[in-house]
């Protein structure tokens, strides 16, 4: 079985643009969470969806969204960036959910704001 | 608010010893405690996970000790080999994720010396 997949996986930006992350969960996954990791902060929830549902949200601002499809393949959303958003973004598909089913992580997208 | 902290932040280990890292948490409606072992360039990966009811877990080399009423748990690899050496998170979550989704600490670099 395909792991997960995270496209593109490196990303340059400036301050102000907007970026869209994509994530293709391991097949019969349903749900997909997003998390950011930084060397200060470490690993941060950003939301989960599951069915196209956003099921729950971390502590991030608006300018962080994202989305569900109906295949399960999910998109994040960063708007006006900032140098702080400068991070590895990483997926990770379950089966049922990350407190019920082991959580499965891409690789990562590394996104650098110049 | 740290809710999960672990601890050392860097390990070094003579191949063949015993790792051991540690996390305590505040949060008591923690019901899922996973460990995650993530080497550079990759996403997390899941190791083996841990559920309240229990106060051990063994998968081959590596063990979950869980003490409830202290609130803590750590990750023991024995026979440690220099393949072990990444970067080990440990993580908690609430039944349904919830706000915070999967909890993680702040990671320890764990490094075998031959």
């Known amino acids: 079985k395909a792991g997960v997949t995270q496209t593109p996986r490196y990303l340059i930006k400036t301050r102000g643009q907007q970026v869209t992350l994509s994530c293709s969960p391991i097949?019969?996954?349903?749900?997909v969470s997003w998390y950011q990791q930084t060397p200060g902060q470490g690993l941060q929830f950003l939301f989960e969806?599951?069915?196209?549902?956003?099921?729950n949200k971390g502590n991030f601002p608006g300018r962080f969204s994202g989305r569900q499809f109906s295949n399960s393949r999910s998109e994040m959303n960063v708007s006006t960036l900032e140098l702080g958003d400068s991070a590895l973004y990483l997926c990770?598909?379950?089966?049922?959910?990350?407190?019920?089913?082991?959580?499965?992580f891409g690789n990562g997208t590394r996104l650098t704001v110049t | 608010q740290q809710q999960v902290k672990q601890s050392p932040q860097s390990l070094i280990v003579q191949k063949g010893g015993i790792s051991i890292i540690n996390c305590a948490y505040e949060?008591?409606?923690?019901?899922?405690f996973p460990w995650y072992q993530q080497f550079p360039g990759k996403g997390p990966a899941l190791l083996i996970a841990?559920?309240?009811?229990?106060s051990e877990k063994k998968e081959g080399r590596f063990t979950i000790s869980f003490n409830k009423s202290a609130k803590q748990f750590s990750l023991h690899i024995m026979d440690s080999q220099p393949g072990d050496s990444a970067t080990y998170f440990c993580?908690?979550?609430?039944?349904?994720?919830?706000?915070?989704?999967?909890?993680f600490g702040k990671g320890t670099h764990l490094i075998i010396q031959p």
């Open positions: 969806y599951f069915s196209e549902t956003q099921r």
């Open positions: 949060n008591t409606a923690f019901d899922y």
């Open positions: 097949s019969g996954h349903r749900s």
């Open positions: 993580a908690a979550s609430s039944p349904g994720g919830g706000a915070d989704g999967l909890t």
């Open positions: 841990i559920r309240p009811d229990v």
């Open positions: 990770a598909s379950s089966l049922q959910g990350q407190n019920n089913s082991p959580l499965h």
